[in-house]
């Protein structure tokens, strides 16, 4: 039997679905907004339009706490660019919300329905008032849910966190009155704000400044119009497009892409490190595009006492005789609150008990501090004395003048080629102070009869332990310098069973320490040094840390057996990726960081080390590639390492054939110049993805930078490009990259810029001219069957009335 369907059930359940659809309370998530009447808790979110960012509740690092942000949707991780919240978290989400109030506010109301953060708008009609995620990662709340500006309310682009986005402005807001800035988190486990502060100065400047706790710690310099010149990420050969708007709403900075496929941030770190961001999809990480302040001790971010040591696995570290002020904030790597001494000073030379008064720790190759007393002394000692004298002076320095220090010491920084700093302690925490040995004593007195049973009881384990030890240990000679035995080196590498490769210096292994940490270990042939000599030679190398150079974690010794421990550069040699058949590609922009990378390491060689360290075997060989593709040279200093003499004339030092400079041939006095030829023979192979001798279809010999210079000269830049990059490449980087490897490979070494002027040229400080066709290369062109190798042998001219200024 049929049942019927009366007129009026049909119309009571319509009129429940209806009922029940205008009762949406609890929003499903899957709209890019939220409306008067809806809610957010729980797990709830809403999605943008095109999926590239979420909003809801969030938990970072290891908190506890719950806060309201927006983040990457379609990036794995979470990376939060935004926080409602960050000062007023709360513990539970299935009763708390986020939605619009009667009033036109957004609201988040904790589980006792307190409100605990507001968007503090007001809007005309409150039941039409929408809030809407927009694509760019911007939050706005409108009147309505059309896009009109007009009918915009608030927006989060206008109150932005720890991170500022394309489209976002720093700066000041005319009509509220409001200057946008960005703040850092507390620490990477509480969003609230941190001491750093990023925003463009008040004073109208156009200068982009950092500050902590209100007081400056770092300016860029003048906007000069079209972008920020020590900022690489302004310049305009970069994928980011830097502006400044100075109309009748606003006066700020700000920034958007070339390219939608660039995803790109920019955040103030809680170490008051200011990052530009960018994600790379092939590898699924996100990269540093420029990182300002340049030096990561530029910002005084260790504190009163603390000292800046790049070589620090945690940069910072307080000087001998303190300890950290906030040992829970040194844990989570913010170091602001600085050090404090463990021990008061006492002040008077013998004003103690025990006789023993204050003490002077020598810290050598310390950049001294900043507005030092000068005082007009004899000696040293007098220097000393008039320190200890004054009950404020915590510091003194004596380098042809006698320097001192009074009250907090900041911005200490172990820079290896500095000076010697003498800083003031109480005796008993000076080493070997007879109060430390008084102490020891007594404590060693009281405990010696327990540790002797202890000791009996652990003889059997001790010794079974030692054999490990002796496979393991390394003995500490210097910093993080290490000293193996031959055994270990023997054990880490599994007999040298792995080969990296090999050299003209000798064969590399892969090893790896009882940490898991993995090293490559050369094994030295050649050697024409004695142990004290190898051993300051090594020292030296040690001594050497910089971002875009290979590490010597350590070395060892024993009789003719010479090695090296180096850390491991996972993504292998240049060469490997240049010209081997990779599945993938190095695309332009990676090319391009690698170049200047390069430059870097070999600037810091050249210029900044205490001794000039000319590296000699400039070649793609010879330069690492990490996980992160970041450039670091290797086999610097090798040439004194083995002993060769390569001051003197003719070949009793080389490099390669085809990257070695005419001055080993010419018998001119070998300088770092040798390094700025071989660099740009290396810069047309990056350029082109071959090595600079090459076949032609027709099987004869080119010489690559005879072309590319011509080319260059004529203007035809693209020409020389890899293929493999389909002419995805920025023309002015790749016209500015073969105008200075023109230069560099310039006969007369005069005519070839430094490194550090590479530097500046690769940054777009300076622009670099059009350069002259070398002499050597004339006489290739003119015959182009020569071998390729014949560069090496053609005597130096320089070439007839030509301009010779390299920039401009």
Known sequence: MDTEIKPCSSLSILLLFFLFSSLNIQHCGAADNLSFGEALSGNQTIVSKEGNFELGFFTPGNSRNYYIGIWYKTIPGQTVIWVANRETPISDTSSAELKISEDGKLVLLNSSKIPVWSSNSTASTSNSTVAVLLDTGNLVIRNGVTSNRHRLIWQSFDHPTDTVMPGGCLGLNKITGERQSITSWENSDNPAPGPFTGSTDPDGSNQFVLLWNGSEIWRCELWNGQFYPPIPGTQSSSPIKFTFVNNKQRNCAMYTVLDSSFITRSVIHSSGLLRQWFWVNSTQEWRTYYTVPYFQCDDSQCGAFGICDQQSPNICRCSYGFEPASAKEWELNVWRSGCVRKTSLRCGNKSSADGEGDKFFEMTHMRLPANPWYLTVRSAEDCEQACLNNCSCNAYAYGGGCSIWTGDLQNLEQVYDGGTLYIRLSASDFPGSSSSHKLVISLTLSVIGGILGILCALVGLILAFQRRKQIWMAKQVESSLIQFTYGDLQHVTKNFSERLGSGGFGSVFKGTLIDSTEVAVKKL????????????????????????????????????????????????????????????????????????????????????????????????????????????????????LIGRDFSTVLTTMRGTIGYLAPEWISGLPITSKVDVYSFGMMLFELISGKRNATQSEDGSKIFFPCLAATKVIEGDIFSLLDHRLNGVADIEEVTRVCRLACWCIQESEGHRPTMGLVVQILEGVLEVSMPPLPRALQVLAQDQSQRCDHLSSIKCKDPPDQSLDFYQ
């Open 525 to 640: 042939e050649g050697l024409r040094q004695g142990e004290k000599q190898f051993r300051t030679e090594v020292r030296t190398l040690a001594g050497i840390q910089h971002v875009n150079v290979v590490r010597l974690r350590g070395f060892c010794s024993r009789g003719s057996k010479k090695l090296l421990v180096y850390e491991y550069m996972s993504g292998g040699s240049l060469d490997s990726h240049l010209f081997r058949n990779n599945s993938t590609v190095l695309g332009w922009k990676m090319r391009y960081q690698i170049i200047l990378g390069i430059a870097r390491g070999l600037a810091y060689l050249h210029e900044k080390c205490r001794e000039c360290i000319i590296h000699c075997d400039v070649k793609p060989d010879n330069v690492l590639l990490d996980r992160d593709f970041c450039a670091k040279v290797a086999d610097f200093g090798m040439a004194k």
